[in-house]
């Protein structure tokens, strides 16, 4: 597709089960971003990939969380051990990155977890 | 985490008004400012961008003016719409090297009233 296609787009998981959510972004597109939307609340920054450069994890709000981006292209993001406090709609977004850079992020219609 | 401040939660406007969106930010180092829309259900959409050297930047029904003395941006919206109803999102580009990580505030509920 055209956009950033998320998967799932709703996941309801037990306490303690690890969940992978997924994020494709736009063909082309060097840099990768997650972000967490709890209910009612504003983006919190996750991690950021740029290119081949390494990750900037410095949002991830434990070690239970990861991210990878394979081949420069498709990302996952794991949550392992979940708790009900990492129920939140996570989003992916992706943009040209680069020195060109101006702020302009195209995203996900994300995926919402639920922890039960 | 991290996250710029933003005024007032909620603003309701009537329809043809003039909407005005605050917000505040503390990376006086951030390159450029962005605002950006999200419809309910859905992601964000980048409306417009500020360059950190400019005071103003106008686009179709929207302008955005930039105060770095008081580190504040905001967002109007010239005879706003019922589609304008959205929760409005401004960010700041932090600029450290080669990194393009953009920090969002909490957000503006703007209602318009028919």
């Known amino acids: 597709g055209a956009g950033v296609s998320q998967s799932p787009s709703n996941k309801v998981t037990e306490k303690g089960k690890d969940v992978e959510l997924r994020c494709d972004p736009i063909?082309?597109?060097?840099?990768l971003y997650w972000y967490r939307q709890s209910l009612g609340q504003g983006l919190e920054f996750l991690i950021y990939?740029?290119?081949?450069?390494?990750?900037?994890k410095s949002g991830l709000p434990s070690d239970r969380f990861s991210a990878e981006r394979t081949g420069g292209s498709v990302s996952t993001l794991t949550i392992q051990r979940t708790q009900q406090e990492d129920s939140a709609v996570y989003l992916c977004?992706?943009?040209?990155?680069?020195?060109?850079?101006?702020?302009?992020?195209?995203f996900g219609e994300g995926s919402r977890l639920t922890v039960l | 985490g991290e996250s710029v401040g933003l005024h007032l939660p909620t603003l309701s406007v009537q329809e043809g008004d003039n909407s005005i969106i605050n917000c505040a930010y503390s990376?006086?180092?951030?390159?450029?400012f962005i605002w950006y829309k999200q419809e309910s259900g859905k992601g964000p959409q980048f409306i417009i961008d500020i360059r950190s050297n400019m005071d103003k930047r106008q686009g179709q029904r929207v302008t955005v003016l930039l105060n770095k003395t008081v580190k504040h941006l905001s967002l109007q919206i010239a005879a706003t719409q019922p589609g304008d109803s959205a929760v409005y999102f401004c960010?700041?580009?932090?600029?450290?090297?080669?990194?393009?990580?953009?920090?969002f505030g909490q957000g503006t509920t703007l209602q318009v009233k028919p």
């Open positions: 063909s082309g597109h060097t840099a």
């Open positions: 977004a992706s943009s040209l990155g680069g020195t060109g850079f101006t702020g302009e992020l195209f």
């Open positions: 990939f740029q290119g081949n450069s390494a990750p900037d």
């Open positions: 990376n006086s180092a951030s390159d450029y």
């Open positions: 960010a700041e580009k932090w600029s450290s090297g080669n990194t393009g990580k953009l920090i």
